[in-house]
């Protein structure tokens, strides 16, 4: 157990619709991170919290959103879903954010879309 | 923008050396990171390098040239378990920011 939790670990939804993941960050990290990873495709960064405020954004769709809550939960908001919204997303953590003791990586969500 | 340069696959076998090679374009260096994901699994921290030279964990070592904007992840004794993708990273834009991920090199080792 890596300390950062996700859920669910598995969805199936179909087109058109909307659906939420969660993540419970390591405790102490007050950094998460949102990446999408697709089929032989790398971690495309989504979105960055920080102590509840929204850090940086990277290659996150409008359809989608996030937000971090003040116990430093965030939820990944994704709708109108479409076939190639499936992916992994995986939620990470840092203390701060400093690259020297790495990110923490929750197992992910599976996201299928049909 | 950041970008990120490695070789999409890499096979071995066991007992061997290997090097996994990762360049990178960025209007700022703070550092190059590396991880390791198994098939279906969360990704997981290996190694940090900020200044050059080689940093040595275990059977891993990650080395840095900030000259030749290059940097390597070397694994010896090679195991079966090593078989899985690496990803080398980099800041977005500035230390402290979101890591940047390569798309991968995905390391076969057979027996």
């Known amino acids: 157990d890596s300390g950062v939790t996700q859920t669910p670990k598995h969805l199936i939804t179909a087109t058109g619709q909307r659906v939420t993941l969660r993540c419970s960050p390591r405790?102490?990290?007050?950094?998460v991170y949102w990446y999408q990873q697709s089929l032989d495709q790398g971690l495309q960064f989504l979105i960055q919290?920080?102590?509840?405020?929204?850090?940086a954004k990277g290659n996150i769709l409008e359809r989608f959103s996030a937000q971090q809550f003040p116990d430093l939960h965030s939820e990944l908001n994704l709708s109108s879903l479409e076939l190639g919204d499936s992916a992994l997303y995986f939620c990470?953590?840092?203390?701060?954010?400093?690259?020297?003791?790495?990110?923490?990586f929750g197992s992910g969500t599976r996201l299928t879309v049909v | 923008g950041q970008s990120l340069e490695q070789p999409s696959e890499v096979t071995a076998v066991e007992g061997a050396i290997v090097q996994i090679n990762c360049t990178y374009q960025?209007?700022?260096?703070?550092?190059l990171s590396w991880y390791q994901q198994h098939d279906g699994g969360a990704p997981t921290f290996l190694s940090y390098?900020?200044?050059?030279g080689l940093e040595e964990t275990g059977r891993f070592s990650s080395f840095l040239s900030r000259s030749d904007s290059y940097g390597y992840l070397l694994l010896q004794e090679l195991q079966m378990k090593d078989s899985a993708s690496y990803f080398c990273?980099?800041?977005?834009?500035?230390?402290?920011?979101?890591?940047?991920f390569g798309k991968g090199t995905t390391l076969s080792v057979s027996s």
């Open positions: 990470a953590s840092s203390e701060g954010g400093q690259e020297a003791d790495g990110y923490t």
């Open positions: 405790s102490g990290d007050l950094s």
């Open positions: 919290y920080y102590n509840g405020e929204e850090r």
């Open positions: 960025t209007s700022g260096f703070y550092g």
């Open positions: 390098n900020a200044l050059d």
């Open positions: 990273a980099v800041p977005r834009n500035q230390a402290g920011t979101a890591l940047i």
